[in-house]
C-alpha cells in the first residue's frame, strides 16, 4: 500500500528495446535474425520505445514531474506484425509469413504449460510469454509525458535499427 503523502511519480515504460536488452523480445528478435522465427501474434501491439529514451524519461520524471501524476514513457503504439515488416525492410531477412491469431496463441501457452511440467520451458515459448502474447496490448498515450516533461522518443524505426545491429553484430563475434 502506498502511504498517502508519499511525494511519488509514477513512469510507465513501453516495451524496451535497444542496446543490452535482455528480455524475451531479443530473443524473439534473434530467433528472427537466425531465420529461425516459425510465426508472430497476429492482434499483439506494444508502445515500443529505445533503452535509453526510457531513461531518459525516468531522469525527466524525477526532475519535471508533477508529484502524484503518472507519465507513460513509451514511443507511438506498433502491432508485432509491423515491427517484424519494419525489421524486413532494414535487414532484407524475410519476416515470417504466420501470423497466429489469439485463439491460437492460448492453445499453445496450454500445450507448452503441460510441456512446462515435465521440462521447464523459458524465454519466448514459456507458457507465461505465450499468454502475454495472445491478443493483448500494452499501448498507451505519451502525451502527457511529452507536453509536461519534454520527453521526445526516437521513432520505432530508429530504435530497431539499432537494436538489429546490435543483436547482428555480436551474433557475429
Known sequence: M????LPLVIVMPGAVIGPGDTSDVRGMFLDYLRQRLPM???RQAMAWAHVD???????????KGTI?????????PHAMTDVFAMAERQTGIPAPRLHAPPAMMRLMSGIMGVVDKVVPVEGQY????????????????????KRELGYDPRPLEVALRETLEELQRKSAE
Not at 68 to 76: L, M, Q
Open 68 to 76: 502524484g501524476e503518472s507519465y507513460i514513457i513509451a514511443g507511438e
Open 126 to 145: 514459456s507458457p507465461e510469454m505465450l499468454r502475454v502474447l495472445s491478443g493483448v496490448t500494452y499501448i498507451g498515450s505519451n502525451a502527457k509525458a
Open 40 to 42: 508472430i501474434p497476429a
Open 2 to 5: 502506498i502511504r498517502a503523502g
Open 53 to 63: 529514451d526510457i531513461v531518459e524519461g525516468h531522469i525527466l520524471a524525477m526532475e
